[in-house]
């Protein structure tokens, strides 16, 4: 069974900072990997999708990478704003099914 | 564009009752995917439909369950409920498996 895993759970940076945030999976055989965002109370928005064959994807200020053979993914933000400030899920499609990490809670501090 | 909607937002049952949620996707969307989220368990898959035929489901017993209609609209039911089925649940559309799923804003459901 797929299993996914983001790190840190929270964390805490001041604005105008660029950030890193972490996701693994423990089965390489993928489909492909999109990247979230969800604002307390909300549904989740789709921010980037990667397709198995590809290693990055870039919108706007938001930069994913995919290393399909080592499972991981990254998420970049850049120059960070706190209106970023929300939790950042990855989810990984094997095809049958998505499987979610917990999630990263980022807060964006002015 | 309209994107996924779902009803009703907020609801509080008691024990045993059943209730019934409904997800109307993205237009031209056939893919209608339900997940429950709760803060021990996160984001969970219950199951996928696809041209009215449930294609995936994941490991829920079978008290919850869903449809799908010929518009692609979709309900889930979940009979006999538990205090633990208190939960977020959301409903998300794609065009088909493995392109980008888009969610909507999810059905808050209370069991006391």
């Known amino acids: 069974k797929q299993e996914v895993t983001q790190i840190p759970a929270a964390l805490s940076v001041p604005e105008g900072e660029n950030l890193v945030l972490n996701c693994s999976f423990t089965?390489?055989?993928?489909?492909?990997l999109q990247w979230f965002r969800q604002d307390p109370g909300k549904g989740l928005t789709s921010l980037l999708l990667i397709q198995s064959s590809q290693r990055e994807q870039t919108s706007g200020r938001l930069n994913a990478s995919l290393d399909k053979s080592s499972g991981r993914s990254t998420l970049y933000i850049a120059a960070s704003q706190p209106g970023d400030s929300a939790t950042y899920l990855c989810a990984v499609n094997t095809g049958n099914q998505f499987y979610f990490g917990t999630g990263t809670s980022l807060t964006v501090i002015p | 564009k309209a994107g996924v909607t779902q009803t009703p937002r907020y609801l509080i049952k008691t024990r045993g009752q059943q209730v019934t949620l409904s997800c109307s996707p993205i237009s031209g969307h056939r893919s209608v995917s339900w997940y429950q989220q709760t803060p021990g368990q996160g984001l969970q898959f219950l199951f996928e439909?696809?041209?009215?035929?449930?294609?995936n489901k994941g490991n829920f017993p079978g008290r919850f369950s869903g449809r799908q209609f010929s518009n692609s609209r979709s309900e889930m039911n979940v009979s006999t409920l538990e205090l633990g089925d208190s939960a977020l649940y959301l409903c998300?559309?794609?065009?088909?498996?493995?392109?980008?799923?888009?969610f909507g804003e999810g059905s808050w459901l209370t069991v006391v």
């Open positions: 439909y696809f041209s009215e035929t449930q294609r």
């Open positions: 998300a559309s794609s065009t088909t498996v493995g392109n980008t799923i888009y």
């Open positions: 089965d390489s055989a993928i489909y492909n």
